[in-house]
């Protein structure tokens, strides 16, 4: 009789240790959630300032090239198109900087490594006088903007056009002070290949 009610003393003791652990465990467990919750909230809102902080100035930049042969040279058609996805109004820099569009015959090595020509480089040209180069443009929030270019190649083949774009000093000290690294380019840039045959 003594042993049974030990035994049922211990039964009863092993279901308190176990009922116990599990509460323990269900808080811990509660406690560990909560935090991971949180954790991952404050991760959200450091990437959405990140993002914010990064997105003053976002330009997506698409290149068109086509060819035609017109006599003995082949003409190349370019169109370079800047959509400012970005959460402000930005300057587009031209003047004192290299030039927008640059165009290089693509040869190779016997081991396939390319290898660039010395570029027919190119400006981007003021509407009201296509003779004189652009200071600056600005581009506004949501604003497509098409920059058209015009060159001739003499020879077939494989060719890179390469267009950057950069951010004017008064805006690049905006985004600085908005906690953008100062040492940064701030240029866009975009490249395509294209066959002239």
Request: no cysteine; charged share 30%.
């Amino acid at each position: 009789m003594v042993i049974t009610h030990i035994k049922d003393f211990f039964e009863i003791l092993t279901m308190l240790a176990i009922g116990g652990w599990s509460i323990f465990g269900f808080v811990v467990l509660k406690k560990r959630q909560k935090s991971l919750a949180e954790l991952r909230k404050v991760d959200a809102e450091t990437k959405k300032i990140e993002h914010e902080l990064r997105s003053v100035a976002v330009l997506k930049i698409e290149i068109d090239v086509k060819s035609i042969k017109f006599k003995e040279k082949f003409i190349l058609f370019t169109d370079v198109i800047v959509t400012n996805e970005g959460k402000r109004d930005t300057r587009l820099q031209w003047e004192g900087e290299y030039p927008a569009l640059t165009v290089r015959k693509v040869t190779f090595s016997d081991g396939g490594i390319p290898k660039f020509s010395k570029p027919i480089e190119l400006t981007v040209r003021q509407t009201i006088n296509p003779n004189l180069d652009s200071v600056s443009h600005d581009s506004r929030v949501g604003q497509i903007q098409k920059f058209p270019f015009v060159t001739s190649v003499l020879e077939e083949g494989l060719y890179l056009v390469s267009f950057r774009v950069v951010m004017s000093d008064e805006e690049k000290s905006i985004s600085v002070e908005l906690g953008s690294n100062p040492v940064n380019r701030f240029s866009w840039t975009a490249k395509k290949y294209i066959l002239v045959k």
